[in-house]
């Protein structure tokens, strides 16, 4: 009996240990390094911050993406301008007789529209190149620059639209990278600078010129309509009054609008110009300060014009 006690026993006691404490004490020391990783992990991401010059990029192309609808205003300006002037005339239109007067307009926003679009593009490319990221380019930005013809830009600002386009094409795009991103900012300032411009000399002088002419053909319309229903009937005269504060409203929340993209035009210019200014040295604390304000007023216009439109 003892021999076989003796026996037994010792195979029980090296048994248990294996069994049944050695995946407990890998649970204990797998817990707290999967805290300690996911810890780390979380700490790292809190730390790590986009480049200033990616997150003013990123603004610049979110900004002028919010452009679209207010200079399709233009052309819709153009239809109402001539509906007042064919209710005086006649007292009657139709849709396609208000289109052949606005073909041209048309064409012109179309133009201006694509010079924006190409901007934007450059920003959006920027902005991946900031992070090191890939750059695509949509198929479309290749037949823009004939379509700017027609925007009002003068031949240099085309020809700079052209450049834009040409770089955003180009396979050399992709050997750009953030340590290289000053050369593609030396590149194209100019360009941008002569893009910039010319948008905010059509959209600031242009465009606030044909909304004061279908504010004066609204007034004109309004005055004539009230007068000749304020005496026989006097409710129509109230409604048709509510109906031009209505729209005397709404044209002033579009030149508003219009205010706004010229200021971020400017500040996609001079932001810009920062980043040519500081091109050997983009990771500079100056170069965040003076950038700061920039993304800031953009983001601002971004979400103004968002809510207008």
């Not at 041209?104 to 900031?130: E, I, M, P, Q, T």
């Not at 290749?142 to 386009?165: H, R, W």
């Not at 309509?225 to 409604?239: C, D, F, G, K, T």
Request: proline share 3%.
């Amino acid at each position: 009996m003892h021999t076989a006690v003796r026996t037994v026993f010792p195979v029980a006691i090296r048994t248990r240990p294996v069994t049944l404490w050695r995946p407990q004490r890998k649970q204990i020391v797998e817990k707290p390094l999967i805290r300690i990783c996911f810890t780390s992990i979380a700490l790292l991401t809190a730390c790590v911050q986009p480049s200033e010059v990616g997150r003013f990029a990123k603004s610049a192309s979110e900004t002028t993406a919010e452009f679209p609808p207010v200079a399709k205003e233009m052309y819709t300006s153009c239809l109402r301008f001539e509906a007042y002037k064919a209710q005086r005339i006649s007292g009657w239109y139709d849709n396609e007789s208000l289109r052949m007067p606005c073909a041209s307009r048309d064409s012109a926003v179309a133009g201006v529209l694509a010079a924006n679009r190409v901007l934007g593009a450059y920003f959006s490319a920027l902005a991946k190149l900031a992070d090191d990221n890939v750059v695509t380019t949509d198929r479309e930005i290749g037949g823009l620059a004939a379509i700017v013809k027609k925007s009002g830009l003068n031949d240099a600002q085309v020809d700079a639209v052209a450049e834009l386009t040409k770089y955003l094409t180009s396979t050399l795009l992709d050997t750009y990278r953030r340590g290289k991103i000053g050369d593609a900012v030396a590149s194209q300032n100019g360009n941008v600078v002569l893009v910039t411009n010319g948008l905010r000399d059509i959209i600031g002088r242009d465009y606030r010129q044909i909304l004061d002419i279908e504010s004066r053909a609204a007034s004109d319309f309004y005055h004539t309509s009230i007068n000749e229903s304020r005496e026989h009937e006097p409710l129509a005269a109230v409604l048709v009054l509510r109906d031009r504060d209505d729209r005397i409203a709404e044209l002033t929340k579009k030149r508003d609008a219009i205010t706004a993209y010229v200021r971020a035009l400017d500040a996609v210019r001079d932001g810009h110009q920062k980043l040519y200014d500081h091109r050997n040295d983009l990771r500079a604390k100056v170069l965040s300060a003076e950038l700061a304000d920039q993304i800031e007023t953009l983001q601002k216009i971004s979400r103004q014009l968002e809510r207008a439109f």
